[in-house]
């Protein structure tokens, strides 16, 4: 097989469980490495990096030369997939509620219930033979937290999950023919889900609660606030991405870890390891892959060049297992030093959720870690989610006790 | 040198930032013989940042500023004792006390301290300040926190900025005189030089450029309580700062045939001190603000700088080579970047801003306070600047590593209109300022010309 | 124990203002300002901080003199 069917071959289901042999094809293809489709995969990890902080690539998907043809310059759009000045304006307001400098100590505060929501779910696990870690503990934790942290009602979680889902598979990377059709109901999503979020926000408009709709729908500064559109992207970004990727995270955590009953151990000796052990998981397994980017320019990228609109696709995933950068990349070692990986993207759009996810990952591993000594998976591979961008298992069943 | 590098009797001279990464990276590379590290403060090695900025706001205290150790450099540290002489053909280090430290290779790493009052006898008023050691914060601070009707700082360098920041940030009354035409105009140019001049002003600093102070005044009871400046004003103050820059600790070197002088130790790039008459030594070694050493970036000039960055890069560099055989010795070639933070701004650069003769607002606005400025020299680029928009350097900092022509191509998304244009960078002649760059290119070998005298 | 932030390598992320509000602060958008003597109850904060730093620009450590010699 050539070089220039990698994308397909990355985003083919059957690859899901195990893209890293596809990544290390990649960087041993070159730095940048041109596809079928037109797209530009790079996969190593100095050259991701310096495309992560270079002002020249857009995350903006209306500066590329195929779009999609629904999406209008007029149409508001979430910071996620804005470039500068309009992403800094609408992610510092987005930050106020929720972080420095004006919250600085918000996330820091919700330790507390996130240790015993966590501790809920672990109890609730308590004298199973057998349970999904997926549907019983590592969507449950990050979704509720995501709930109160904004004020979303918990119980409506089927009514956004299925937007969540459509806006999702329409933004994931896949060359194919119903790539309209997910747009359009992604796109469709997106604006019920933002209706459905505006209306909460409107009904705390003069009666706040301590979420961050209601502090977006209070501001009194009129400088300082969200316009109906931007709430409604911003609102939407928040929860999907709050509730999509940490998810990942935490399950590819106790797989990796029953995978590595060593380092398993090893954690459980000595807990202190773990604020490493997570940054190494950012590192080993992702929770996000691919990331999509457009050169506003012709692009010289190590000696090749990317010309103005094309797509751009960086495998992040890759550069976190890039020999060139990282010593023995494929062993996973909780200890590693020198470890600036990838994981949160980088740049002016390193994740800005990433502070909870951490605390939300620590939290879990660090209540599931004492008890994942007993336990086996049920099948290795898990089966995974469709999507290439968002990687991660569906389920992950778990049997307690050894044959 | 005979035997096994990694052996042996190693003395460093300086007990801060540098010497302290020095004698971690010494037994990181496998040093096992004796390593000795000589300080002239008391106190064991700290960051010193913090003291213009943390401590004056009271958020951290003076002598709370130690540096974390990467691990024990297994030393013997002479603390509160400075070296006073060195004796390169005996290899010999004399202490104030009196004590000769015998060594086989030496590291100086003595930095540097603050530029006094050029008079001494209006320098030791009460209330009149420099600001250089944990000591002179901790009395700074106190002082500003005892609520003075307002502060006089001269000189509007990085230093002298942070102070005025610090005190309008404590509601305290504050004038800052400069002899140029704007702060900051000797380390960033023209341009920025003006953001930094509103930037004061909007927060309520008097700021008074294109003076200078004539006179400090005492009230007959040896207390500070004012000072004329030369437009015949007079400010009326009970705190004055004195920030006109820094004077490296070179003294103790006046009589050992080094190329020491007042830009400092010249080195090679593998930071090997070079001796007056310009040969090499290879068992001296010179790591941080007291150095100068080449850089092929900018036409292999000896640059001296004081930045916290170079300290840590030189030091690793210098302690690697001091136990390393020749070809296995590294260059330091890392480049010039620093951190200045005040009135709510992040400013950081790379490269060398004054090694320019124009420059281009690359990205956001002046009216923001959030953009990047690019310096460039003879149609290459050569530094950068950003304000509030540190993500953005390492682009910077790749097309200066690659000599990238200037000014650099369109692009970016937050390219602003003014892009199009580019002015003069402006940066005027140090010895007309208040304050110098923090970094400066000077010039090559040595200090002194070199005259041949012919014996008959 | 004493942290030391690397502010040249530091690109105003604020991961460990998140993580240790009591130690790390931001002045302004983006400039950091932290106390360098870290009280014993933010120990496991800031080592949370100096692992999430996205540009690996925290030491935390013991200064010269406090333990063995």
């Not at chain 1, 495309?51 to 209008?72: A, E, I, K, N």
């Not at chain 1, 023995?328 to 740049?347: S, Y």
């Not at chain 2, 213009?52 to 709370?64: E, N, P, R, T, Y």
Request: proline residues 8%.
């Amino acid at each position: 097989m050539t070089a220039d069917t990698l994308l397909e071959r990355i985003t083919d289901y059957a690859c899901r469980p195990d893209p890293y042999p596809l990544y290390a094809e990649l960087r041993e293809a070159g730095r940048v490495v041109r596809q079928a489709d037109g797209s530009h995969l790079v996969g190593t990890y100095h050259e991701i990096n310096a495309l992560l902080h270079d002002p020249r690539v857009s995350v903006d998907p209306r500066h590329g030369l195929v779009r999609d043809p629904g999406l209008s310059e007029q149409e508001q759009l979430p910071f996620l997939i804005l470039d500068d000045p309009a992403h800094h304006r609408l992610r510092t307001l987005a930050m106020r509620p929720f972080g420095p400098p004006h919250s600085p100590g918000r996330v820091d505060a919700m330790r507390g219930q996130i240790a015993e929501l966590t501790g809920e779910l672990v109890e609730g696990l308590r004298d199973r033979a057998e349970f999904d870690l997926v549907d019983d503990f590592a969507y449950p934790l990050p979704v509720t937290v995501i709930c109160r942290l904004l004020g979303v009602p918990r119980e409506d979680e089927p009514l956004f999950r299925r937007w969540s889902d459509l806006v999702v598979a329409s933004a994931d990377v896949q060359p194919g023919e119903e790539a309209a059709e997910r747009a359009r109901t992604g796109r469709q999503a997106r604006v019920e889900m933002g209706r459905y979020l505006v209306d909460l926000a409107e009904q705390r408009r003069g009666r706040p609660g301590e979420d961050m709709l209601s502090a977006f729908v209070n501001e009194p500064d009129p400088a300082l606030r969200l316009t109906r559109e931007e709430l409604a992207e911003t609102a939407v970004l928040l929860l999907i991405a709050g509730h999509e990727t940490t998810v990942n995270l935490i399950t590819n955590g106790v797989l990796t870890l029953l995978r590595h009953p060593d380092q398993l151990e090893r954690l459980r000796r000595d807990p202190g390891l773990l604020p490493g052990a997570v940054e190494e998981l950012l590192r080993y397994e992702p929770p996000v892959h691919l990331r999509r980017r457009v050169p506003l320019v012709d692009l010289d990228i190590a000696g090749s060049v990317v010309p103005k609109g094309e797509p751009l696709i960086l495998v992040i995933a890759s550069g976190n297992r890039d020999p060139g950068r990282f010593r023995d990349p494929d062993r996973f070692d909780p200890a590693r030093v020198d470890n600036q990986h990838l994981g949160f993207g980088g740049g002016i759009h390193l994740c800005y959720g990433a502070p909870l996810a951490r605390i939300e990952a620590r939290a879990a591993l660090g209540a599931l870690i004492p008890r994942l000594g007993a336990v086996t998976l049920v099948e290795d591979p898990p089966p995974y989610r469709r999507n290439a961008m968002l990687r991660g298992p569906r389920h992950l069943p778990i049997r307690v006790g050894s044959l | 040198m005979a035997g096994d590098p990694r052996e042996g009797r190693i003395v460093v001279v300086g007990a801060s930032l540098a010497g302290l990464r020095a004698a971690e990276t010494l037994r990181e590379q496998g040093f096992v013989g004796s390593l000795t590290v000589v300080g002239d403060e008391p106190h064991p090695p700290y960051d010193r940042p913090p003291l213009s900025k943390q401590v004056l706001l009271g958020h951290a205290a003076a002598d709370g500023t130690g540096l974390p150790m990467r691990r024990d450099p297994d030393a013997e540290w002479r603390l509160g004792v400075p070296a006073t002489g060195l004796d390169p053909l005996r290899k010999r280090v004399l202490l104030a006390d009196g004590e000769w430290l015998p060594y086989d290779r030496l590291l100086i790493a003595t930095g540097t301290r603050a530029r006094p009052w050029p008079n001494p006898e209006e320098a030791v008023l009460d209330g009149v300040f420099t600001l250089r050691t944990c000591d002179d914060a901790g009395r700074l601070a106190e002082r500003l926190a005892a609520g003075p009707r307002r502060v006089l700082v001269i000189g509007g360098g990085f230093t002298g900025s942070e102070i005025a920041s610090a005190c309008r940030e404590r509601g305290l009354e504050v004038t800052v005189t400069e002899r140029g035409p704007a702060p900051l105009v000797g380390a960033l140019g023209g341009t920025l030089s003006k953001l930094a001049a509103g930037v004061q002003r909007a927060h309520g600093v008097d700021l008074r450029c294109g003076v200078t102070v004539t006179a400090l005044r005492g009230d007959g009871m040896g207390r500070f309580v004012g000072a004329d400046l030369s437009d015949g004003a007079r400010v009326e103050a009970d705190v004055c700062v004195v920030a006109l820059g820094a004077v490296r600790n070179v003294e103790w070197l006046a009589d050992a045939g080094l190329a020491a002088g007042p830009r400092g130790v010249a080195c090679d790039a593998g930071c090997r001190a070079f001796d007056m008459y310009g040969i090499v030594t290879d068992d001296v070694f010179v790591a941080g603000d007291v150095s100068r050493f080449p850089h092929p970036l900018f036409e292999y000039q000896l640059l001296s700088l004081e930045h916290w960055g170079n300290a840590v890069a030189q030091a690793e560099v210098a302690a690697h080579n001091m136990v390393s055989p020749g070809p296995l010795r590294r260059p330091h070639l890392s480049l010039p970047s620093f951190w200045s933070s005040q009135f709510g701004l992040n400013i950081k650069s790379v490269g060398v801003p004054t090694f320019s003769d124009q420059i281009v607002l690359a990205q956001g606005t002046l009216e923001a306070r959030r953009l990047a400025v690019v310096y460039g020299y003879r149609g290459r680029v050569t530094a950068a600047v950003t304000v509030n928009m540190a993500k953005s350097l390492e682009y910077y900092q790749h097309l200066i590593e690659t000599a990238a022509p200037f000014p650099p191509g369109p692009g970016a998304a937050d390219r602003p209109l003014a892009a199009e244009l580019t002015l003069p960078s402006d940066v005027p002649d140090s010895k007309k300022l208040s304050h110098g760059p923090t970094v400066a290119l000077t010039g090559h070998l040595p200090d002194r010309r070199l005259t041949v005298v012919r014996h008959a | 124990m004493q942290v030391v932030v690397d502010l040249t390598r530091c690109q105003g992320y604020a991961q460990c203002v998140f993580l240790a509000p009591e130690v790390f602060h931001l002045h302004g958008e983006e400039a950091l300002l932290y106390d360098p003597a870290v009280p014993d109850d933010q120990f496991e904060r800031v080592r949370e901080a100096a692992a999430a730093c996205p540009v690996q620009a925290i030491l935390l450590g013991e200064e010269v003199g406090s333990g063995g010699r």
